[in-house]
């Protein structure tokens, strides 16, 4: 009789196992789609410039793309047409400068545009069914749409830092003039 020790195989060490992966959902947040904002030169000197970019002059009819933050500078005997979609233009008249500060989709697909008049005459078209505000920021006052449908003028004259006119030819606009 034989008597037979350790001559079994030993035990492998038991290997590893990967542990299980469980797959995470992935959620994506939808994206509003961008504001579609485009610059037409009606008449020439026009010109457009953002951060450290100096400018590009646009010559009559031209229109490029603007971004938040660009500013658009209209020279004498220049003129200057802003289109945010097909809800609402803003025209820029001589000797103006504007800066689109902000724009943006909000609640129910509306439209929030806000724009800096340094200096010069503009003119705020909204569409009857532009579902969009608008807001002119001036050294002076802040104006803002109210309802669609609605057309103002504003002029700022920078050597006096106060606005000189401000015209509603029809809707309604809420006027902030010095915290009031």
Known sequence: LFILTGC???PAAPSAVPEATVSQPTVSQ???PSVEISLTALDAPVEVSSGDNPGTGLQKDDTVNIQVNDKVSVGEGGRALLRIGDRLQVEIFRD???QLSEAKREFGDSIFVRLNQVYGHTRVVLGKDANARVRVETTFANLTSLTDDTEFMVCQDPEQAKLTCQVVLRGQVEVQ???K
């Open 8 to 10: 079994s195989p030993t």
């Open 30 to 32: 939808p994206t509003a």
């Open 177 to 179: 003039a010095q915290g």
């Open 96 to 98: 103006s400068q504007l």
